[in-house]
């Protein structure tokens, strides 16, 4: 396993080179360049303008500007924003709090809802309440995030409830107290969560429901029914155990998808995190503020994929790397 481990590590530098050369140069393909609107502006001088193109490799072929790039992000640097005018890690670390805060509250949402929901309506298959809780799922894995989150907001402008439909704090969040404050925050919070854990919740049930109904039907399960185990200990201590390991391999792809997962969300309920910023850096063709957050994202999502790994490894004795 150790072996392993340190062979997916290593695999991280030849991916990422790959993400970051495919991304960045498909980047220059699109017209002009960050600078492209300053060279309309008559209060700018020429000389300044080739002194920033100097100064961000800009005047350089593409293959050498991303050879600069990856030069100066072995050293730790992931560049400079040519829209915020700061570094791309100071700019991705005003950000990636909000992001995590976000996705991190309704993944834990979604999994602690979904897990005893699809246990109950595959436990209870074809009652009432498993006919309800499907067609629920059915409707939360059709609807589209953003879609949901622009009826939500209509839904709250038009019926006045009294909730925030924007933003992450009030205007005077500063002279609030500590509790004063957290209030404010999960007002702000309740609609982007309801977004983006009522997806979640939605697959996840359905995931969880179909993966054990298959188990109660193996032999195994039959046997400890004849041994005159209990119906729960059946349940819970034999059939749950295995039907919720594929659903390891999903909270890896979750994991890798942390940040970015939410960007639609974000940006239909102008929520400051990740998703948005990428937006405006794609927009305004800021190469290394999307260079930087690629790079987040690749990593996030290589690191997710292997802890999804172990983690089934632990969960299932019967898988072994070699």
Do not use: C
Request: charged share 15%.
């Amino acid at each position: 396993m150790f072996r392993y481990i340190v062979r997916r590590i290593l695999y991280i530098i030849p991916m990422l080179i790959g993400i970051s050369s495919l991304s960045f140069f498909i980047m220059q393909l699109a017209p002009g360049d960050a600078l492209t609107v300053l060279e309309m502006s008559p209060d700018i001088a020429p000389e300044v303008l080739e002194a920033m193109r100097a100064r961000f490799w800009l005047d350089l072929p593409p293959h050498m500007q991303y050879v600069r790039w990856l030069q100066q992000l072995l050293k730790g640097d992931m560049g400079h924003s040519f829209l915020w005018h700061a570094p791309v890690t100071w700019v991705i670390k005003q950000r990636i709090w909000n992001s995590l805060l976000l996705t991190v509250v309704s993944t834990l949402i979604g999994w602690l809802v979904a897990i005893p929901i699809g246990i109950h309506s595959a436990v209870n298959q074809y009652s009432w309440s498993d006919k309800v809780l499907t067609f629920f799922a059915f409707i939360g894995v059709s609807i589209p995030n953003w879609f949901f989150g622009l009826l939500l907001l209509y839904l709250t402008m038009s019926r006045g409830w009294n909730l925030p439909i924007g933003g992450m704090t009030s205007i005077d969040f500063a002279d609030f107290t500590f509790w004063e404050k957290v209030v404010d925050l999960a007002r702000h919070m309740v609609l982007p969560v309801i977004v983006l854990s009522t997806g979640i919740m939605a697959s996840l049930m359905r995931y969880m429901r179909s993966n054990l109904l298959d188990v109660l039907r193996q032999d195994y399960v039959t046997t400890a029914k004849a041994k005159g185990l209990s119906r729960n200990v059946v349940i819970y201590k034999h059939a749950v155990r295995n039907a919720i390991n594929p659903l390891i391999t999903i909270f890896g792809f979750q994991l890798g998808g942390i940040l970015g997962g939410a960007a639609l969300t974000e940006i239909v309920m102008n929520w400051p995190g990740i998703g948005s910023l990428m937006l405006n850096a794609v927009q305004g063709l800021d190469y290394y503020l999307v260079m930087g957050n690629l790079i987040i994202g690749g990593v996030m999502l290589i690191v997710g994929n292997l802890v999804a790994d172990v983690l089934l490894a632990v969960s299932d004795p019967r898988i072994r790397y070699e």
